[in-house]
């Protein structure tokens, strides 16, 4: 099985992470039905392949996923980049209160996440989305308070603006910006990868496989899984009647080409995200999964090697404007 390798997320407040990292979201919620034993064995092959950059979230659960990640670091600590994220802002019983970028929140969210994870610092810890009604100045400097303090070792936006991260790099040095990018979703392409390169700021891409549609896994017959899955939901239109059709489609065209190299699909897509990265960017994808296979399978990406005119043939295959669907059935708590 491959090692993953490393790169290097910003350059003012730089972090080494592996190359591939694993998002541990759907081990409690969104994804189908949790599964905690099954992520918990998923995080701890991970970590024995290479795989350190781990990725959750205080809504995730809500809460309980965190205390999940936490236990299967237990004792290992030391080998992982943990990154974790505050302000969507979740009740006990799961209901969205909303988007909260206030200081207190800030120092209060903070706190509550190192207590369920079990450590003392996390690495990475982003806003997970920007509150419009808090300036990104007062959040990212409550944020930084956080650093001083070693609660946090480096910043992250998620979801920002190029107009936002401006603001925020102004303020403390981001490290990483989280933001949904895969074949299927290439916004960023328009300005904010720009800025990015610019400030010095590495991307973490989140979806990196379109929520499971670019592994050729899901079928119009099948749907997205059981019924707890909330991609069966209004929530993610791309999953939806004869938009999931034309996304299909497409799909259909990656797994042609995929055979030819002599991989899935959802390897093929992946290494495109890992492509992405250069000297002046550092691209480190986390796709989430809950089952060792799927691990195993994301990891093989770093084997595929692709060629320019492998990176055309893909970009022709699914044009960039060609998917059909918004990323959510509400957009709103995306900074634009």
């Not at 189908?32 to 998923?42: H, I, L, N, R």
């Not at 808090?134 to 944020?143: H, K, L, R, S």
């Not at 699909?265 to 089952?291: E, F, H, N, S």
Request: hydrophobic share 40%; glycine share 12%.
């Amino acid at each position: 099985m491959t090692q993953i390798q490393t790169r290097t997320l910003g350059t003012t407040s730089p972090l080494t992470v592996s190359a591939l990292g694993l998002g541990c979201m759907g081990m409690s919620e969104f994804y189908g039905t949790p599964d905690e034993q099954g992520g918990t064995d998923t995080i701890r092959r991970a970590l024995d392949l290479g795989v350190t950059f781990l990725d959750t979230a205080d809504m995730y659960g809500p809460f309980t996923n965190e205390k999940l990640v936490g236990t299967a670091i237990a004792g290992r600590r030391e080998e992982v980049q943990l990154a974790t994220k505050f302000g969507n802002e979740r009740l006990a019983d799961g209901t969205m209160v909303g988007v909260n970028g206030s200081p207190d929140y800030v120092r209060a969210a903070c706190d509550a996440s190192l207590q369920r994870l079990g450590v003392d610092h996390v690495d990475l810890y982003y806003q997970h989305r920007v509150d419009g009604s808090v300036p990104i100045e007062e959040t990212v400097g409550a944020m930084a308070e956080l650093v001083e303090a070693g609660k946090v070792l480096h910043l992250g936006l998620s979801e920002a603006s190029a107009a936002t991260i401006r603001r925020a790099h102004a303020v403390h040095p981001i490290t990483a910006l989280q933001t949904e990018y895969s074949l299927f979703t290439r916004h960023l392409e328009d300005e904010i990868l720009g800025v990015l390169r610019e400030l010095g700021i590495g991307l973490v891409p989140y979806s990196p496989l379109g929520r499971g549609l670019l592994t050729g896994s899901i079928t119009s017959g099948s749907g997205a899984g059981d019924e707890q899955d909330s991609r069966r939901s209004g929530y993610f239109p791309r999953f939806q009647g004869e938009a999931l059709d034309a996304n299909l489609a497409l799909v259909d065209k990656v797994r042609e080409l995929a055979t030819a190299k002599g991989c899935t699909p959802g390897q093929l897509a992946l290494a495109w995200v890992l492509a992405q990265g250069d000297a002046g960017l550092g691209v480190a994808p986390i796709p989430g999964t809950k089952r060792v296979a799927y691990l195993e399978e994301n990891i093989g990406a770093a084997d595929v090697a692709l060629t320019s005119d492998d990176l055309a043939a893909l970009e022709q295959a699914v044009p960039r404007d060609a998917v059909q669907g918004e990323r959510y059935g509400d957009m709103s708590t995306i900074d634009a």
